[in-house]
């Protein structure tokens, strides 16, 4: 087998920037658990274009923050960072997972029986 290496960042004539190829896990983790403390759509897209851009390029924070959200969607900035990113698709399966229905009732089911032995507990000593 090959030795492994990360992939270099694409260059971006268009922009003048890099893109790295592939977002970590923990970097798309961090996105999800911003992404889950809002409910507003407009919100959540600003929060995973602004992390994406953050965590995927060489543009800086302070650039991204003095550029504003609307010129970096606008631009096409963003669709041309996104389409470079090969495992984007695993931050939307994320969310996904995370505001599953599926996700809520195993949580539930996990707390099920303490809560039930806290209630039998009020019930035998009252």
């Given at each position: 087998m090959k030795e492994l290496k990360e992939?270099?960042?694409?260059y971006s004539q268009k922009f003048d920037i890099h893109i790295k190829p592939y977002l970590s896990l923990s970097q798309i983790q961090k996105i999800i658990n911003e992404v889950l403390q809002v409910e507003n759509f407009e919100e959540r897209e600003s929060i995973i274009d602004y992390l994406i851009l953050c965590y995927a390029t060489d543009i800086?924070?302070?650039?991204?923050?003095?550029?504003?959200?609307d010129i970096l969607l606008q631009s096409g900035l963003i669709d041309e960072v996104k389409n470079n990113i090969e495992n984007l698709n695993k931050l939307f399966e994320g969310i996904t997972y995370h505001e599953s229905a599926g996700k809520a009732l195993r949580e539930i089911a996990k707390k099920l029986p303490e809560d039930l032995n806290e209630m039998m507990k009020d019930v035998v000593h009252k």
């Open positions: 992939l270099d960042p694409i800086g924070q302070s650039k991204i923050d003095e550029l504003g959200p």
